[in-house]
């Protein structure tokens, strides 16, 4: 049985315990609620890592992967027993899956996904979107999928990397079941969604414990080989529907893109990484176009 030495831990916000609020997302003139988040962040960040250590994990990449990508600092995890590495900042290529192609300090064995939400449109989904608040909906080979479903199938199909550990509040992993089920991915959930801007909280007591136990579980389904990578047959379509054919509008000035209704464009390839790529320039792009609406 293979011993699970490294992980690549992708951190995001809006999933952790106690968060449910746009205002909590990011800084500003009064960002006591954003640094209250990041507290959290850092606090169901470290548990992990401490029960990584305690399972024989000895190396962990970290990729801050929420909006500016600038959350979290090394130092926040200094003082860990386990060699830690921080990803942070952007532009960065794959964004919340940087570096996975080129440019890690060490190989990584798994994957592991903190924080994460529910896909776009998700009925009581709290803060629930698709990489972008102005994208509607994202579909690959028919299917829509959200963070969690897109960064899982980069990293198994361009990577041979599975995905062993989920967290995230309950719809999230209604979500994500059908193609990382409880046996071969653990989850943790931090609350129940019960709207777009409400949930119900766990308390925090509870959800370190299953953070421990959790870990314990992602460890050993790497080690019994019941963690398996994600796999999509090639060709790949991509489908990316905006709440704006503006943004479509924009989107098309990319290359490769076809358009494939007012709100909708489409993108086809043979290969997964590139079509990924392709996708981040989608909405990547909708920066630049923000102004355009005033």
Known sequence: MATLRSLYLSVDLEGVCGVQSARQLNPGPDD??????VSQLVQETRMVLLTA??????????????????????????????????????????????????????????IGLLGYHTKAGTQGGTLAHTFHHDLADVRINGK???E?????????ICHQLPVVFV???????????????????????????????????????????????????AVNLFKTGKAKP????????LEVQFV??????TAMLLPGFSRLDGCTVGYQSDRF????????????????TQALQA
């Open 32 to 37: 006591t609620a954003y640094q209250e988040a």
């Open 53 to 110: 250590a305690d399972q024989g994990v000895e190396k962990v990449v970290i990729n801050d992967a929420h909006c500016a990508m600038t959350n979290v600092t090394v130092w926040d995890f200094d003082d860990l027993p386990i060699d830690v590495r921080l990803i942070s900042g952007k532009p960065k290529p794959l964004a919340m899956a940087a570096a996975l192609q080129s440019g890690l300090p060490f190989p990584v064995e798994a």
């Open 144 to 146: 829509s999928y959200g």
């Open 148 to 156: 969690v479903g897109v960064n899982a199938l980069y990293a198994g």
């Open 167 to 217: 967290s995230g509040e309950t719809r999230l992993e209604a979500e994500i079941t059908e193609y990382l089920p409880s046996s071969q991915c653990s989850f943790v959930y931090t609350k129940e969604g019960l709207g777009f801007s409400v949930a119900c909280h766990r308390s925090l007591n509870d959800v370190f414990q299953d953070y421990e136990s959790a870990m314990k579980q």
């Open 230 to 237: 994600l796999s999509l047959k090639a060709p790949y379509s």
């Open 244 to 249: 704006r054919p503006l943004f479509a509008d």
């Open 273 to 288: 990484d590139t079509l990924y790529q392709a996708l981040q320039s989608g909405y990547t792009i909708l920066s630049a």
